[in-house]
């Protein structure tokens, strides 16, 4: 069950990361730092959200609409926390403490 638990927690910390370059990468965009224009960052920018768009729709759905801010990432970043949180303290249940 150990086993279990890491790859959970793996999963988890992949995902963190994914959103973290999401976030970042959507900052750097907004204050045109990035230009989509570019071939590399068009096709990172679109592989970031092919990826992370099935997690936000259903946050999307259910908030109210902001115009000009999108708190879905963030939503969905702190439900992240909390499931690692929540992993990390029940790890006793994994390995049978």
Avoid: C
């Avoid at 965009?29 to 989509?36: E, T």
């Amino acid at each position: 069950m150990g086993s279990l638990f890491e790859a959970l927690m793996l999963i988890l910390n992949v995902v963190w990361f994914i959103m973290i370059a999401h976030i970042v990468m959507s900052w750097l965009v907004s204050f045109n730092v990035l230009n989509q224009g570019q071939p590399m960052v068009a096709q990172i920018w679109y592989g970031l959200n092919k990826v992370l768009e099935p997690v936000y729709a259903p946050i999307r759905r259910v908030l109210p609409q902001t115009p000009g801010i999108d708190f879905a990432p963030l939503v969905a970043f702190i439900i992240l926390i909390i499931l690692q949180r929540t992993l990390a303290n029940n790890a006793g249940f994994f390995y049978g403490y």
